[in-house]
């Protein structure tokens, strides 16, 4: 399972990506906590990233590339995983492909479409993300930085619902209702032979 999680945040992509990632016994791997993470340990990394994300602007793509290569090298990220928070922009998709390609020893091609791969999108709407993100309190959950991280998801990450919708990789569903109703839709669209 090559599993993308998209959606906007405050979307569940976090919550299902995790559940179904232990479901599964696949990694799963959220840029947002790797980030986190590295804002906690004052990293180098941590230390550049943590303007960005405090005024909810993405962090730049050559660090994520990093990050991700990095991840995606290690041993158990072999058989499968459910990334969470990546790509979000078109050219970590493009990166992404080349990454993936490389790494499935498909070689050469970088059009994405042989790499077993597929995209889901958790679609909830703006009202019901603000008042979700509101009540999580995280560092970067006040409203001013929640107003921005919405505008950049629709600015630069939505385009990529599109990229993968051409390429027929990608799977829509309804975010908007109980976490156990959405688990229970994805498990049905993304396992067995769909
Ligand atoms: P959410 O989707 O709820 O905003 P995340 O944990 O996915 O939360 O991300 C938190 C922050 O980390 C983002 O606002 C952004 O600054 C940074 N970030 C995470 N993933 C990426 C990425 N792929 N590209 C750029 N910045 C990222």
Redesign the pocket.
Known sequence: MQLIFMGP??AGK?TQAQLLAALWKIPHI????I?RACVVAKTDLGQKAQS??DR????PDEL?MDIVQERMNQPDAKSGWIL??????VP?AAFFDRLLCDVDGAGGSNSGKDCDLRAVNLDVPDNVLVTRLLSRGRQ?DNEQTIRR?LQVYREQTEPLIEFYRNREQLVAVDGDREMQEVTAELQKALSGDS
Do not use: A, K, N
């Open positions: 945040p405050g976090g959220s840029t947002g906590d980030l960005y994300m909810g602007e993405l962090v994520l969470d928070g990546f790509p979000r922009t970590q970067d991280r």
